[in-house]
């Protein structure tokens, strides 16, 4: 770690706004993989997730929780160009500095070592001008799938990264822009580019091999705008992930408890269950968007952050186990985080973040849930022609007024849910 550099913070100068298709998406031949060439990653994929479950399994069985990762997301910059209002990233648990180029790749190998998927977010990543050649790096050690999670707003500027990336997610609130430019807080006319962006790049996703998702955080505020992104990312064919603004990474028991929250979290299901492109199963659905208290297995999904700082167990509990270039694996910054902060199970605390809520499904619905639900997504490739009316997002679903009633008892009260218990307590064992 001595050795590497980091970069100032002049690197990140604001770059000039360039619409979709000015640069040079139009025109040049797209590099990524061809269909054989995903079909066969898509099959490594699947054997090795199988694989990894089947060690993980065995080491909770054991009572090991330092487990092998089955994704890592790598903070690549706490920088942002955006300002939401919701977005604790502003002021992230550990401000860490970035590492150059160079060091950015060696994180990449060391994390190559353990995982084959890996999400790239922030911050925002495309503000880093050589985020091409980071994503261009993981595509050559062969990570799949490479996420991308970003704002955007950069992309046209640098949409080379869309030849190393498989799945995009960009977020969007609102396709009211006066709401969603509110929301971002950079000035008026940031959300009409995202919608353009949006836009552009859906229509690319065939040619380019790509699938675009669409990851929606629903507040108080913008309930009934939700319909409407559905509606959106239906009739672009994109994937449509909701999650509820939370607070130090728990739910917002007040914005569960309301009336038209239920009904809209009613809504998605239903269109999930009716076969429309709506990330996780009916059941992971219901835990994110209502809050049933499951179990976390946050040591299957490591965050590593811009400096190489490996979180243990997890980025919520705000806790370092160690630095990914100093110890060289992450197996070795979880032994390092048990040694200081001692040993961690399966935790309740009940963080409603669809990475987190997903290790549940993952480690105990692996085959019925995750499996299926893959194959599903899998089927539901861009440019399949298997596009379902979006209309559907914005029709009243249910005549019946009883049919709106909650699932199972949602305002539980918070001790009863496992939640807001202090740090000491929050382990328990099976
Ligand atoms: C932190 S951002 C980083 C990537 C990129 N800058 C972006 O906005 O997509 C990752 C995702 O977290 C979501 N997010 C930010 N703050 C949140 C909060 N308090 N609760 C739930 N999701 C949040 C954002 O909307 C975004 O989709
Ligand atoms: S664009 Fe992403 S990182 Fe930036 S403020 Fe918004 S949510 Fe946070
Ligand atoms: S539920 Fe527990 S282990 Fe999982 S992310 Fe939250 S605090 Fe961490």
Not at 57 to 82: E, M, Q
Not at 305 to 314: A, E, K, L, R
Not at 336 to 346: D, L, M, S, T, V
Not at 380 to 399: D, I, N, S, V
């Amino acid at each position: 770690m001595g050795r590497m550099k980091t970069v100032s913070p002049d690197v990140y100068a604001e770059p000039a706004w360039v619409a979709p298709g000015q640069e040079d998406s139009s025109g040049h031949s797209f590099e990524h993989d061809t269909r054989w060439q995903m079909l066969r990653k898509n099959l490594r994929g699947a054997i090795s997730a199988i694989l990894t479950h089947r060690t993980n399994r065995r080491r909770v069985a054991r009572g090991d929780f330092k487990l092998r990762p089955l994704i890592g997301s790598y903070y690549v910059t706490h920088r942002c160009n955006l300002k939401c209002g919701y977005c604790t990233e502003h002021y992230p648990i550990r401000d860490t500095v970035d590492l150059d180029t160079e060091g950015a790749f060696a994180v990449l190998a060391r994390m190559r070592r353990e995982m084959d998927a890996i999400y790239f977010t922030g911050g925002e990543p495309l503000v880093r001008p050589d985020i091409v050649e980071i994503l261009r790096e993981a595509h050559r050690l062969k990570f799949f799938p490479i996420y991308l999670g970003t704002n955007g707003l950069l992309l046209p500027l640098r949409d080379k990264v869309l030849d190393y990336a498989d799945r995009v997610v960009i977020s969007l609130d609102s396709t009211d822009p006066a709401a969603w430019d509110g929301i971002l807080g950079a000035g008026p006319g940031q959300a009409r580019r995202i919608y353009e962006i949006i836009a552009h790049y859906a229509r690319e996703q065939r040619q380019r091999h790509i699938s675009l998702m669409i990851n929606c955080v629903i507040t108080g505020d913008t309930i009934a705008d939700v319909y409407r992104v559905m509606e959106f990312c239906f009739r672009h064919d994109v994937v449509f992930s909701p999650v509820a603004a939370t607070a130090d990474s728990l739910p917002d028991r007040e914005l569960f408890a309301r009336a038209d929250y239920q009904r809209l979290v009613r809504h998605i299901i239903e269109l999930k269950r009716r076969g429309y492109p709506i990330i996780g199963s009916i059941e992971s659905t219901e835990t994110l968007l209502l809050g049933r208290p499951f179990p976390c297995y946050a040591t299957a999904l490591p965050h590593v952050y811009p400096n190489g700082d490996v979180f243990y167990p997890c980025q919520p509990l705000g806790r370092i186990g160690g630095n990914l270039l100093e110890l060289g694996s992450i197996q070795a910054v979880y032994r390092e985080g048990e040694r200081k902060y001692g040993p961690w199970k399966e935790c309740w605390r009940g963080c409603a973040l669809n990475c987190y809520v997903l290790t549940n499904y993952y480690m105990h619905h692996f085959w019925d849930q995750m499996v299926l639900e893959s194959v599903g997504q899998f089927a539901m490739q861009p440019g399949t022609g298997k596009r379902l009316p979006a209309e559907a997002a914005l029709e009243p679903l249910y005549e019946n007024p009883e049919e709106w009633q909650p699932i199972y008892e949602i305002a539980a009260a918070p001790e009863q849910a496992g939640y807001d218990v202090s740090l000491a307590q929050l382990t328990r064992s099976g």
